[in-house]
C-alpha cells in the first residue's frame, strides 16, 4: 500500500491543523493505520493509531485529549486533528500501516510509510 500525508505547516502555539494521509493500492480497511512524529535529534514517537473499523483508537500520553485520530474507509483516508498544539508538537508526521492483528505503538510493527508531513508550531 502506498502511502501519502499532507496538511502540514506552520502554526502558532494554541492552533489547529488536520493532517491527511491518502492510501493506495491494496484493500485499506485491511490495515490498523498509526500516526507516528519525529523531531529534529529525536527518535521517530508512536501519536495515534486506529483499528480496521475505526471503532478502537489509541494515543500518546503526550497528546491524548487533544488529537483525534480518524479514518473513511470508503475514501482510502485517515485524518489526525490536531488542537491545541503546543512547541513541543514540532516535528515530522507520519502515517503508517499495520497488516497486523493487534493495534501497536511500536513503529517496527508498521509495515508501509508514508513520506512525512511537517508541522512547526510557534511559540
Known amino acids: 500500500v502506498q502511502l501519502q500525508a499532507s496538511g502540514g505547516g506552520l502554526v502558532q502555539a494554541g492552533g489547529s491543523l488536520r493532517l491527511s494521509c491518502a492510501a493506495s493500492g491494496r484493500t485499506f480497511n485491511g490495515y490498523i493505520m498509526g500516526w507516528f512524529r519525529q523531531a529534529p535529534g529525536k527518535e521517530r514517537e508512536f501519536v495515534a493509531s486506529?483499528?480496521?473499523?475505526?471503532?478502537?483508537?489509541d494515543y500518546a500520553d503526550s497528546v491524548n485529549g487533544r488529537f483525534t485520530v480518524a479514518r473513511d474507509n470508503a475514501k482510502n483516508m485517515v485524518y489526525l486533528q490536531m488542537n491545541s498544539l503546543k512547541p513541543e508538537d514540532t516535528a515530522v508526521y507520519y502515517c503508517?500501516?499495520?497488516?497486523?492483528?493487534?493495534?501497536?505503538?511500536?513503529?517496527?510493527?508498521?509495515?508501509?510509510w508514508g513520506q512525512g508531513s511537517l508541522v512547526t508550531v510557534s511559540s
Open positions: 486506529i483499528s480496521r473499523s475505526g471503532g478502537n483508537k
Open positions: 503508517a500501516a499495520d497488516g497486523g492483528y493487534f493495534m501497536s505503538k511500536l513503529a517496527s510493527r508498521y509495515d508501509y
